[in-house]
């Protein structure tokens, strides 16, 4: 397996390919993850711009620690299968692939890039993929798209285009969304993929941003997608666990290991009961906290 189909994403950032000005350093905002959009930033007569622009950027900048997706256009339209080519050649990370309904869409993505690694000697399997769920079918068809290939590291939730075929809009509450988001979740953990949320677009609102951001953290996601750099540490820090729950982490695994050993099944940590089903939770949060840099324990 790609060692990076479980890396930290807890922001994607959205930038538009075609823009030098935009994708030149991205990198010093600190997003886990950018987004280098050649589908709807770019206008009908600009994608051989945007791919030669997106070309040169992934060959010559240095990125740092920034995962490179590339959104590439839909599979309905004549420029995907030159997205991925241009995409692959120039060594990017993954492949993001818009309004998914269909595992046999990201089959023909997944046949595309393998094609374009032995041309362009990518080493085969490098090229990861992620699927944007846009639509009602799309969501009811997700452990399906989750299932669809072993490249597949996450699902992500794109609510514009998600509302309008639910035949509503967005509130800022989140009632239209929570329906979708629950199952994507559900599908991908099924799956045991990644999943992301979609943006949150009003930028003069941060609280109702923290909010949300709140919101889909206690539903389970693995990051959200961003459009501007003032989101980037709120969504780092309510997805970085506190210093509160590491410690009680600590505590649960090294109890649990010391008391199986024991051959003690139930026991209290803190005042709470805690068993063996605490163990994985306990261990994952101190797996994000390395990933996020602020864990200085020896587990």
Request: aromatic fraction near 8%; hydrophobic fraction near 40%; glycine fraction near 8%.
């Amino acid at each position: 397996m790609n060692p990076n189909k479980k890396r930290l994403r807890r922001t994607m950032m959205f930038l538009n390919a075609q823009k030098p000005g935009l994708i030149k350093d991205p990198y010093i905002y600190k997003p886990d993850s950018i987004m280098l959009d050649l589908e709807d930033a770019v206008a009908e007569n600009q994608k051989d711009a945007a791919r030669f622009s997106l070309y040169h950027a992934l060959l010559e900048i240095d990125y740092r620690d920034c995962e490179r997706v590339v959104r590439i256009n839909g599979l309905d339209t004549p420029y995907w299968k030159e997205d991925i080519r241009c995409a692959v050649a120039g060594g990017c990370d993954a492949i993001r692939v818009p309004k998914t309904e269909r595992p046999e869409e990201i089959k023909a993505v997944e046949a595309e890039i393998r094609i374009a690694e032995e041309d362009f000697g990518i080493p085969e399997g490098r090229t990861l993929i992620m699927a944007a769920i846009e639509s009602a079918r799309g969501v009811v068809k997700a452990l399906e798209v989750c299932e669809a290939s072993g490249r597949l590291f996450g699902i992500a939730l794109s609510g514009g285009d998600y509302t309008k075929d639910l035949q509503t809009y967005i509130t800022g509450t989140g009632i239209e969304l929570m329906g979708a988001r629950q199952n994507l979740i559900i599908a991908a953990r099924a799956a045991k993929i990644q999943c992301f949320d979609t943006v949150y677009t009003n930028l003069d609102d941060m609280e109702g941003f923290r909010q949300d951001v709140e919101t889909i953290h206690l539903m389970g996601f693995d990051g959200k997608s961003i459009i501007n750099p003032r989101q980037i540490p709120v969504v780092h820090e309510i997805f970085t666990p506190s210093q509160k729950n590491i410690t009680f982490a600590e505590k649960v695994v090294k109890e649990i290991e010391d008391k199986r050993a024991m051959g003690i099944g139930v026991f209290t940590v803190d005042g709470k009961m805690i068993d063996i089903a605490f163990y994985d939770g306990a261990r994952r949060t101190i797996e994000l906290a390395k990933a996020s840099g602020v864990y200085k324990g020896d587990l």
